[in-house]
């Protein structure tokens, strides 16, 4: 008598479907490059474990996720106050360099704003309202409005530009 060879029991996994038409999806996508159902399904899982050394049960993926976005909140809650931090320090720092425009007794040499020359250059001419914007001055700041108007009044007094309509216009 022969014995036919039997497959092996021990290797069999059993794939339970949610449904009958999606077996047949599942069917219908491994025939068309003509291959068994039981290899297509082999071969897309251990596609996606070689891709996924590290594969995840969706519970823990979940975990992750969830942990993930607690550390992404508390990231931009710390970049949010470092930010409001910085803009206090820029503004404090506004207001130190043009203090001695503010000054009427100052002695000594000033030093005219960089950013103020710059936008002159770069731009040629330029409104009032639109400087300060662009130098990140509130008009409702006074004290940097009048720091700003001072070193427009001795950049104009050297010559190096001339007021135009409501602006200012670059020349040397």
Do not use: C
């Amino acid at each position: 008598m022969v014995k036919k060879n039997l497959p092996d029991q021990s290797r069999y996994t059993y794939v339970y479907h949610p449904s009958r038409e999606h077996k047949e999806q599942w069917a219908k996508i491994a025939s068309k490059p003509h291959t068994p159902l039981s290899k297509f399904i082999i071969e897309t899982v251990d596609s996606v474990i070689d891709e996924n050394a590290e594969f995840k049960p969706r519970g823990e993926m979940a975990k992750d996720v969830e942990n993930l976005k607690a550390e992404n909140k508390a990231l931009r809650d710390d970049v949010r106050q470092k930010t409001i931090v910085l803009e206090r320090y820029e503004a404090e720092l506004k207001k130190y360099r043009s203090q001695s425009f503010l000054d009427e007794d100052y002695r000594g040499i000033r030093r005219y704003s960089k950013e103020i020359v710059e936008l002159l250059k770069t731009k040629g001419s330029i409104d009032s309202y639109r400087l300060l914007e662009d130098l990140g001055i509130d008009p409702r700041e006074s004290d940097l409005v009048k720091a700003v108007s001072k070193q427009l009044e001795e950049l104009e007094a050297y010559g190096m530009i001339k007021p135009e309509g409501k602006g200012w216009r670059w020349i040397s």
